[in-house]
């Protein structure tokens, strides 16, 4: 009855290993096979965990575009390069020789979610969100009204907005919203040029702000201090940018020093910078932005009601004042009064966040979350199907989230195949999408033909003393994936 406690620890821990490979291992022909939808932090951390933790299983990773990496390539600002460093992990996953990348598939379109749960043991939405809210409000389909989505995939080279149309002839700009986005957009705004050359920001981004006559940014938000979502790194940043001043009303922070003790962590040490920032800023500083000749002033407790336009044209937008309703001082809730306010400006971005959309009609979804619904990444009523990242939880937190996420599915996905909940029998892979790939005519791109990409993109950078310059048209990737 009780062996287990006269084993010796080695011995046990060849037993317990013995077991759990047992569960684990696979006849060949019954080898999981799990099939990844989208290459971003998500996709690639869930086939981390599945390969990390199975002896056998394969993974496939589909990608819409011909290059993986998801929003670490087109949303991560191309002066925080560190962050991307998390490339190389992923690149180790998709050199692994369980592992296959097939970019330029894109799911729901040329092959379906259900045609995939028929090939593979597993499938798992990891396609992030790639909408972004709207406001509502009139004149909100201005030109000069451009969501930070586009912008951001606009200055990092994503295809879809290579070509958009940004006119930063006006040294006014509105930006709605109080979080980390917010701030990158602001940041490159007000980062000076040569700065900015020097980073992978795409070239056409680069020759468009080295135009622009932008020298002050508005940062607006619904609530107050101590409810902003930016985080304390980024906040940092903008107070050192070179050339530039930052305004921070002391009226909105004066009394923020008789809460600041009462804060948890990290919002306390971001308060005080609020607060030090506006109040107690010291002689150097206050001499350097004294010169500067550009500034971002933060906004608080207004609401947009409207984008003035006159004569087509964006000149301002008017708030709505806000009071801050509630007794928990870090969520209070912003309610409108009938008081309004107009600030002048001649391009507003509008920074209030991504939602995902439902890229198959038969997947449950929660629209106003703009999630797939879920228990832990299993997605409801659909045995097999998982979902991973920023497609099942919305579009909070940063990779370290998005990788504990994507472990935590990874290891639901684990347990379903050892407890035979899921089952690979009969399933025949990534055939069906060669097979539709091929008679669509459209080009699949190997992880070996993305490496091309990437030494294309490096060697473009290295001439004009940048880390890369990326490709962005689709159809000049796959050229180079041919070639
Ligand atoms: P994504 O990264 O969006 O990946 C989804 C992938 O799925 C994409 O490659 C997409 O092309 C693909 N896809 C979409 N639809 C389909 C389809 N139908 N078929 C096949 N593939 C599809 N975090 C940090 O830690 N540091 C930062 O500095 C930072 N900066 C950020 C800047 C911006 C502008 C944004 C928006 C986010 C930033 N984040 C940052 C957060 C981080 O990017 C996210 O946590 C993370 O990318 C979410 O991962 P994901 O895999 O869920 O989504």
């Not at 040329?110 to 028929?118: A, K, Y």
């Not at 709207?134 to 295809?159: C, D, H, M, Q, Y």
């Not at 109080?178 to 050359?197: M, Y």
């Not at 990326?470 to 050229?479: A, G, P, V």
């Amino acid at each position: 009855m009780y062996i287990l406690p006269r084993l010796c620890s080695r011995h046990l821990r060849q037993v317990l290993q013995k077991s759990c490979s047992r569960n684990l291992s696979t006849s060949s022909k019954n080898v999981p096979h799990v099939c990844i939808v989208g290459s971003g932090p998500a996709g690639f951390y869930t086939a981390q965990q599945i390969l990390k933790g199975h002896p056998a299983a394969k993974v496939d990773i589909l990608e819409k575009l011909p290059v993986p990496f998801g929003l670490v390539r087109f949303g991560v600002a191309p002066d925080h390069p560190e962050v991307k460093n998390v490339i190389h992990t992923f690149t180790n996953t998709a050199r692994n020789e369980r592992c296959t990348f097939l970019g330029n598939v894109e799911v729901g379109k040329d092959v379906s979610i259900e045609e995939l749960q028929g090939a593979y043991t597993a499938v798992v939405l990891a396609y992030g969100a790639d909408d972004d809210r709207t406001l509502a409000i009139k004149g909100e389909k201005n030109p000069n009204v451009i969501s930070a989505r586009s912008f951001v995939g606009w200055f990092n080279g994503l295809p879809q907005d290579r070509d958009l149309n940004v006119d930063l002839d006006t040294e006014n700009v509105v930006i709605l919203g109080h979080g980390n986005v917010a701030l990158d957009v602001a940041r490159i705004l007000l980062t000076p040029i040569s700065v900015l050359k020097k980073t992978d920001i795409s070239q056409h981004a680069l020759d468009a702000l080295s135009r622009s006559r932008v020298r002050k940014v508005y940062l607006v938000g619904r609530r107050g201090p101590l409810q902003v979502a930016f985080t304390i790194k980024e906040l940092r940043e903008m107070i050192k940018l070179p050339d530039c001043r930052p305004v921070i009303h002391n009226n909105d922070v004066k009394d923020l020093n008789k809460v600041i003790e009462d804060l948890p962590r990290p919002r306390k040490r971001l308060t005080d910078l609020l607060y030090r920032t506006s109040m107690e800023p010291s002689d150097t500083d206050s001499q350097l932005w004294a010169q500067a000749s550009k500034e971002w002033e933060l906004r608080f407790r207004l609401t947009p009601a409207e984008v003035i336009e006159t004569e087509g044209k964006v000149t301002g937008v008017k708030f709505y004042i806000n009071e801050l309703q509630g007794e928990d001082l870090v969520n209070k809730i912003a309610k409108a009064t009938s008081e309004t306010e107009d600030i002048q400006c001649g391009l507003v971005f509008r920074s209030i966040g991504y939602k995902s959309i439902p890229i198959d009609p038969f997947l449950p979804f929660d629209e106003r979350k703009g999630i797939i619904l879920n228990k832990k990444g299993r997605v409801e009523n659909r045995p097999g199907l998982y979902c991973s990242g920023w497609v099942s939880t919305g579009p909070v937190g940063v990779i370290l989230n998005t990788m504990t996420w994507g472990f935590e599915t990874g290891k639901v996905i684990l347990k379903d195949i050892e407890d035979g909940a899921i089952s690979s029998e009969g399933k025949q892979g990534n055939q069906i999408i060669k097979d539709k790939m091929l008679s669509n005519g459209k080009q699949l791109v190997t992880f070996s033909e993305w490496d091309k990409i990437d030494l294309e993109e490096i060697k473009r950078g290295a001439e004009v003393g940048k880390p890369r310059e990326k490709i962005t048209q689709i159809s000049e990737m796959l050229k180079v994936a041919r070639s």
